[in-house]
Nanobody, 118 residues
Framework: QMQLVESGGGLVQSGGSLTLSCEAS????????MGWYRQIPGKERELVAS???????NYADSVKGRFTISGDVAKKMVYLQMGELTPEDTAVYYC????????????WGQGTQVTVSS
C-alpha cells in the first residue's frame, strides 16, 4: 500500500543545480531511514545519499560536497539538492524508504530522470 513518488527531475546544463523530492503515500509504516540511489546508463544502481531516522547522513564519494540530502522521516519526505552537476550525473534517480512492519523492508519509488547536458 505504501508508495514513494519522486519529482523534480529534468534537464539541466552542466554546472547547474536541481532538487529532487520524494514523498510517501498510502498506508505508512514506521520508517527507519530514507535515501537516494541512481542508475547511470550502463552501470549498476548505486547509493547516492542516505540518512537514518536519527539524522546521520552518508554520501557517495562522487557527490560529497555537491549534493545534500535532507528531509523529515516523520513526515515521510526526503529531498536531494544537487549542485555542480556534470553529464556523469545523468541517471534515473530513485528514492527509497526502509520500513519496519513485521519485517524490515525497502520500498522504492518509480524513479525520476535527471539529464545533465554538456
Amino acid at each position: 500500500q505504501m508508495q514513494l513518488v519522486e519529482s523534480g527531475g529534468g534537464l539541466v546544463q552542466s554546472g547547474g543545480s536541481l532538487t529532487l523530492s520524494c514523498e510517501a503515500s498510502g498506508i505508512l509504516f514506521t520508517i527507519n531511514g530514507m535515501g537516494w540511489y541512481r542508475q547511470i546508463p550502463g552501470k549498476e544502481r548505486e547509493l547516492v545519499a542516505s540518512f537514518a531516522s536519527g539524522g546521520n547522513t552518508n554520501y557517495a564519494d562522487s557527490v560529497k560536497g555537491r549534493f545534500t540530502i535532507s528531509g523529515d522521516v516523520a513526515k515521510k519526505m526526503v529531498y536531494l539538492q544537487m549542485g555542480e552537476l556534470t553529464p556523469e550525473d545523468t541517471a534515473v534517480y530513485y528514492c527509497y524508504a526502509d520500513t519496519d512492519h513485521r519485517v524490515i523492508s525497502r520500498v522504492w519509488g518509480q524513479g525520476t530522470q535527471v539529464t545533465v547536458s554538456s
